[in-house]
């Protein structure tokens, strides 16, 4: 397979369990692949949603061809829209990078070719959701709401606090209760058992540092958290770590009690951060339409732009 295609496995190929795959040979050689599903697949309003995910192709002939037969194969089964790239659902790996800018890809960021999104649009494909990443380059900057906000959750009695290393699991499974409820509006949402969820954390314990985790607390239940990792990609590129990504946060929907805690959380974060010696914070892979951008506009900019496609079958 080429360099530039996101590696795949059988194994992982197994595990997301996708109806079926294909690919698209040119003599001996595969020029793209894909794998649909349509079976166990994110609701949408109005629609019967068919995905297209471990998407990669060499040329755009082969990307047309594909996505034709992808398309075709999934109206055969009852789909009226297809979503892509898309792994199965948005727990795994979906979007491509439209933007890509100048900075260089950090850890568990998609990446793909900068050809790959021409190959979606030039076949009846459109935007369906935009992304983007920022970047804030100075973490000794304060978000200016964040004393007030402070104060306010301190009298309410809401504390923050790290992540505890040596009750791992018992994390994971407080962070899961917030997660399997905030997360339920989000857009294309399918319910993750608790074991997937975990294992996906899991994977990347040996580089968590428990203080750039951060667990909000009210009379002794998890209302929120803020999941941040360092770069380690970058720590491998140059040998120093200077950046943070925030990979998720998420509150209870209980706005009356918990409306700024995400700004509180962000702060909180920054300021551990840039105690830590760390320069910069990612703020990773939010939908153009959270909440939580208006976080990120106020402490950096953007640095990368990403889209999901569809096309109406």
């Not at 959380?265 to 840039?274: C, E, F, K, N």
């Amino acid at each position: 397979m080429p360099d530039d295609w996101p590696k795949l496995t059988a194994q992982e190929i197994e595990f997301h369990r996708p109806d079926t795959s294909l690919v698209a040979r040119d003599g001996a050689r595969i020029a793209a692949r894909c794998s649909l599903w349509w079976s166990d697949v994110p609701p949408m309003v109005g629609h019967k949603l068919g995905a297209i995910g471990h998407f990669a192709a060499s040329d755009a002939a082969a990307a047309a061809a594909l996505l034709s037969e992808a398309c075709r194969e999934l109206q055969l089964n009852g789909c009226t829209i297809a979503v892509g790239p898309m792994d199965g659902n948005t727990w795994r790996k979906y979007r491509l990078v439209v933007e890509p800018k100048t900075e260089p890809p950090f850890f568990l960021e998609p990446t793909n070719p900068v050809s790959w999104p021409a190959y979606f649009t030039d076949n009846g494909f459109g935007v369906l959701a935009s992304y983007s990443s920022g970047l804030n380059t100075d973490l000794s900057v304060r978000d200016p709401r964040a004393d007030e906000v402070e104060s306010r959750f301190a009298e309410r009695g809401i504390v923050l606090r790290p992540l505890n290393p040596t009750d791992f699991d018992g994390e994971l499974h407080r962070i899961y209760s917030v997660v399997e409820v905030s997360f339920r509006p989000n857009f294309l949402y399918t319910p993750l058992p608790e074991e997937e969820f975990a294992a996906q954390y899991t994977a990347v314990r040996a580089v968590v540092i428990p203080d750039l985790v951060v667990l909000a607390e009210h009379e002794g239940r998890t209302v929120g958290f803020l999941f941040c990792l360092p770069d380690v990609l970058e720590q491998r590129r140059t040998g120093a770590l200077r950046t943070a990504i925030i990979k998720t946060m998420a509150i209870l929907p209980e706005r009356s009690k918990y409306g700024g805690l995400g700004t509180l959380m962000a702060d909180h974060i920054h300021r551990r951060a840039h105690e830590l010696g760390l320069s910069r914070m990612i703020h990773a892979l939010m939908q153009d339409t959270n909440q939580s951008r208006n976080i990120s506009d106020r402490t950096g900019t953007t640095m990368r732009r990403y889209a999901l496609f569809a096309r109406e079958l």
